[in-house]
């Protein structure tokens, strides 16, 4: 098994909310408390603060509409509990898990990371959660599961968004199955120590720093352990503007749009562009499972 992540951003990397400065801290790798400097981080003055507001108010959650504030907006209107995520396909122990009993097993960390989106933003986030490998190694993944598929709620009586076909819903994303056990991969309960809101894909969402943002699916219902790589949403959309790995690549061009810098939102007196990091800064921790990959091809 792959050691614990050790978390790289600090405290000075986010907006001081009153509630986070007076959080219980939470362990972070294996007897890890302390936060050090990113590997390969960029100048102290390119990572600005992000208020909660930035983090709640500027979304992409297209079930909702495809506004920035549209998730804000009409998100109030998802039920988020009861809850519960079915776990199928190539595993032990299939079956529809409830997120109570699912939490009561996982340890929840606290991690700080860089969010990159596709459309050339970036923000950084503290999230809540618990690796991702932990709950799959909970389900039993059998030999021949070679990936993992998601799929977020879909219930058109909540979701207004869904009633403009701008994708086929239900929205649906994939990994790989070691950049899924990955220790940076997490399912996300939380944001500044506060439960995760529903603009942000509660009540459980994943979180995959080294990808673009819309990767890290919201509002997860179900996790299916498969041998062939599955569908993502974006992908057939637009396969030739999304691919299936969509790792953060400031060589490869968006299609229509560079990806070699990026907009800090709240970036304050320094707001503007910045350099993007490959793999978003997380290479030292990623870049091994794509060794002999062609990266503009395989984007």
């Known amino acids: 098994m792959a050691a614990r992540w050790k978390n790289t951003l600090t405290e000075n990397d986010v907006t001081p909310e009153a509630v986070y400065l007076n959080r219980r801290q939470l362990m972070v790798g294996a007897g890890t408390a302390g936060l050090i400097g990113l590997p390969g981080l960029a100048r102290a003055d390119a990572l600005e603060p992000n208020p909660w507001e930035d983090i709640t108010e500027y979304n992409n959650y297209y079930e909702f509409g495809t506004g920035k504030e549209d998730p804000a907006k009409y998100a109030h209107m998802l039920t988020t509990a009861p809850w519960s995520i079915t776990i199928d396909g190539l595993v032990d122990r299939p079956g529809a898990y409830a997120l109570e009993d699912v939490l009561a097993k996982m340890k929840i960390e606290e991690r700080i990371y860089r969010f990159r989106c596709v459309e050339a933003w970036s923000m950084v986030i503290p999230w809540n959660g618990f690796e991702l490998r932990d709950l799959l190694e909970m389900a039993g993944v059998q030999t021949a599961a070679k990936y993992v598929a998601f799929e977020t709620m879909l219930r058109p009586d909540e979701m207004p968004g869904v009633a403009t076909p701008v994708l086929d819903w239900p929205y649906v994303e994939g990994l790989r199955l070691d950049e899924a056990v990955n220790p940076l991969t997490i399912m996300a309960t939380g944001i500044y120590g506060k439960d995760i809101p529903n603009q942000n894909g509660a009540p459980l969402r ?88 062609d990266l503009g091809i395989n984007y």
């Open 206 to 293: 994943l979180v995959v720093p080294w990808k673009y943002g819309f990767k890290s699916i919201k509002s997860v219902v179900r996790i299916t352990l498969t041998d062939a790589e599955p569908p993502t949403s974006w992908k057939k959309a637009n396969t030739r503007e999304y691919g299936f790995y969509s790792n953060v690549n400031p060589e490869v061009d968006h299609r229509r749009w560079s990806q070699a810098t990026e907009r800090v939102i709240g970036g304050g007196l320094f707001a503007g562009r910045q350099d993007t990091l490959m793999f978003n800064g997380y290479g030292e921790e990623v870049a091994a499972l794509y060794q002999g990959m």
